[in-house]
């Protein structure tokens, strides 16, 4: 990564300019206010190639880089799961160089959790427009019930 990108990261004012010098930023085709396309533009830059290959093997890694790559590959699909973990790798990058700060993992457990709290706050959100409310209820366990 640093023979590619070297330690100044001052060429780049955002981590988002980094992301986009190194194509792993979504892109932005719009023609008459309509988007036509969101996708990464291919790029033979070694920097993004190895940052690629550093987000696959995330797959099987407990961490909360892990857990997020799993969640995305699930939802969209492996090339663009990898695409997207490789950006958030980038944008993390960036901030190490760049402001010195150290990578702190929190687990895959507080991310699972950050993701379980976001999606009962989207659930109670949506319930409550529709006249509902939502009751947690304790003590359901998933053993099959005898009859």
Do not use: C
């Not at 023979?3 to 930023?25: I, N």
């Not at 988007?35 to 990464?40: D, K, N």
């Not at 290959?53 to 492996?78: N, P």
């Amino acid at each position: 990564m640093l023979a590619e990108t070297g330690l100044d990261m001052s060429r780049w004012p955002t981590e988002k300019h980094f992301a986009s010098w190194l194509s792993l930023a979504p892109g932005t085709k719009v023609s008459g206010g309509k988007q036509l396309s969101s996708r990464s533009t291919p790029s033979a830059n070694r920097a993004a190639a190895a940052l690629r290959l550093a987000a696959r093997s995330l797959y099987q890694s407990k961490s909360a880089l892990g857990a997020f790559f799993r969640r995305l590959k699930a939802r969209l699909g492996t090339p663009k799961a990898i695409t997207a973990s490789a950006h958030k790798l980038a944008r993390l990058i960036y901030r190490m160089l760049r402001f010195g700060t150290e990578y702190v993992d929190q687990g895959q457990d507080y991310n699972e959790q950050r993701y379980r709290a976001r999606v009962v706050s989207t659930l109670t959100r949506r319930a409550a427009a529709l006249g509902y409310t939502l009751v947690k209820t304790e003590g359901l366990s998933s053993a099959p019930s005898e009859i």
